[in-house]
């Protein structure tokens, strides 16, 4: 039982490139997120999926896109990458209303 | 729109000594309240939780925190800190019976939790 796991852990990019973040979770889990956390602002929701099939937009989704492919794995895209997308990412995946758990998170840098 | 502040930034405390880390939450309802705890270059760990019923709630590695209603708040507690419980530590409010927001989580702004021995 793996839990929630991210691909890659750490991606340099140049500003304009596009990448796809991975995210699986073996826990049967109905409902992932993608966060991005920066110094001193915690934690902040780009996307979610509450069900498979589908997604919603969260706090800071511009620049992003995601599919939940199916019930185990939801993919965030950056298609042009930006410096302001420097940050580390991190993927959860919870029973809908409960806990969330975490992946250990991907590092990126936009140059 | 639900919200979560952790007033401090950074706490140095020495091992052994008690411990309190502040959570202040802004929600119309009846939250979900989560305190995770991160170690550097790793990800989130859920120390304890609160959904309902009992307002002291007990977690992992001793850590446990109480759920105040009247001053909307949800502080973390430790009676004697150990070296190791040097970490960053995120509050989390979510949306609890009756939300719409399929679990959305809000998390403060974190706080640093230096150890001195």
């Known amino acids: 039982n793996a839990g929630v796991t991210q691909t890659p852990k750490f991606q340099v990019l140049k500003t304009g490139q596009s990448m796809t973040l991975q995210c699986a979770q073996d826990?049967?889990?109905?409902?992932m997120y993608w966060y991005r956390q920066d110094p001193g602002m915690g934690l902040r929701l780009i996307y979610y999926?509450?069900?498979?099939?589908?997604?919603d937009k969260g706090e800071v989704p511009n620049g992003y896109n995601v599919s939940r492919l199916n019930k185990r794995e939801f993919s965030l895209r950056l298609e042009s990458a930006a410096p302001s997308q420097t940050s580390v990412y991190f993927c959860a995946s919870s029973r809908v209303l409960e806990t969330q758990y975490f992946g250990p998170g991907t590092r990126l840098l936009v140059l | 729109a639900q919200s979560v502040t952790q007033p401090d930034i950074h706490i140095t405390v020495s091992e052994g000594a008690s411990l309190e880390l502040r959570c202040n939450y802004s929600y119309g309802a009846t939250p979900y309240l989560f305190w995770y705890v991160q170690s550097p270059g790793q990800g989130l760990q859920l120390l304890l939780k609160y959904f309902s019923g009992d307002t002291l709630v007990q977690g992992i590695k001793g850590f446990e925190a109480e759920f105040k209603r009247s001053q909307s708040s949800f502080n973390l507690r430790k009676p004697s800190v150990h070296w190791s419980d040097a970490a960053e530590y995120f509050c989390a409010v979510g949306d609890g019976a009756g939300g719409t927001s399929y679990g959305k989580l809000t998390f403060g702004q974190g706080t640093i939790l230096t150890v001195h021995p």
């Open positions: 826990m049967n889990h109905n409902s």
């Open positions: 999926s509450a069900s498979e099939g589908t997604t």
